[in-house]
C-alpha cells in the first residue's frame, strides 16, 4: 500500500506542475534564442537544405532570422530570411500549460541570397521575387506560398519558455495564425543563447 501511495502521489505532484514547465512572463522571453541547424526539405518535395532560426526578443519587438544553408555543417549559406515588429502578450494560453498568448505584427520581411539557386527559391515561394545576391530586398509583395508566408495580420501565437528558462517553443507553425492561435506546440525548440 504504501508504494502505490507513493507513485500516486509522484503521479499527482507530475500532473500539477513540473519543475521543468513555469509560468511563461514577459520578461522570460527577452534574449536571444537559436535552433539547432536541421535538415528541411523544401515544400512539394523541393530540395533538401539546412536551417537554423534565431529569435530575439526585447521588450516590445520580435525579430526572427532563418538562415538556409546548402551543408549540415553550416558554413555554405543559401540565403537568410528575417521579418520583425512588434509584439504584445495577451494572456496566459489555456489551452497549453505555462504558454502565453502573443499578438505579434511582421513589419518587416527580407531575404538575402548568397547562392543563385532559383528551383530552390522557387519551391520556397519567392520565384516572383527580384532577388539580387548579397542584398537585402523586401520580400512582402511578392512571396507566393510557405514556409515564409508574410502576412498582414496580427498573428496569433504563444510562446512557452521552459527547462529552467532555457528553452523556447512557439505554438504550431502549420496554422494559419490570422485566423486562429495555435492549440499546441511547434516541434522547433529555440535555446537561449544571449540573455
Excluded at 66 to 72: C, K, N, P, Q, T
Excluded at 170 to 183: A, K, L, N
Aim: aromatic residues 6%.
Amino acid at each position: 500500500m504504501k508504494v502505490t501511495l507513493k507513485v500516486t502521489c509522484a503521479l499527482t505532484c507530475l500532473a500539477a506542475g513540473s519543475p521543468l514547465v513555469a509560468d511563461t512572463a514577459q520578461s522570460d522571453l527577452i534574449g536571444v534564442w537559436q535552433t539547432g541547424l536541421t535538415e528541411a526539405q523544401a515544400p512539394g518535395g523541393g530540395p533538401s537544405a539546412y536551417l537554423r532560426q534565431t529569435t530575439v526578443f526585447t521588450d516590445t519587438l520580435q525579430d526572427i532570422r532563418a538562415e538556409i544553408f546548402a551543408d549540415a555543417d553550416g558554413q555554405m549559406l543559401i540565403f537568410t530570411y528575417a521579418s520583425s515588429g512588434p509584439y504584445m502578450p495577451v494572456g496566459a494560453s489555456d489551452v497549453v500549460p505555462g504558454a502565453l498568448n502573443l499578438e505579434l505584427i511582421n513589419e518587416t520581411s527580407e531575404v538575402t541570397i548568397y547562392m543563385d539557386v532559383p528551383d530552390l527559391m522557387a519551391a520556397v515561394g519567392m520565384g516572383d521575387c527580384d532577388l539580387i545576391l548579397n542584398e537585402a530586398i523586401n520580400v512582402r509583395d511578392c512571396i507566393s506560398g510557405p514556409p515564409f508566408l508574410v502576412t498582414d495580420c496580427t498573428d496569433l501565437d504563444l510562446v512557452l519558455v521552459d527547462h529552467g528558462g532555457s528553452r523556447l517553443r512557439f505554438g504550431d507553425q502549420s496554422i494559419d495564425r490570422c485566423i486562429s492561435r495555435p492549440t499546441e506546440l511547434d516541434a522547433a525548440q529555440f535555446f537561449k543563447v544571449e540573455q
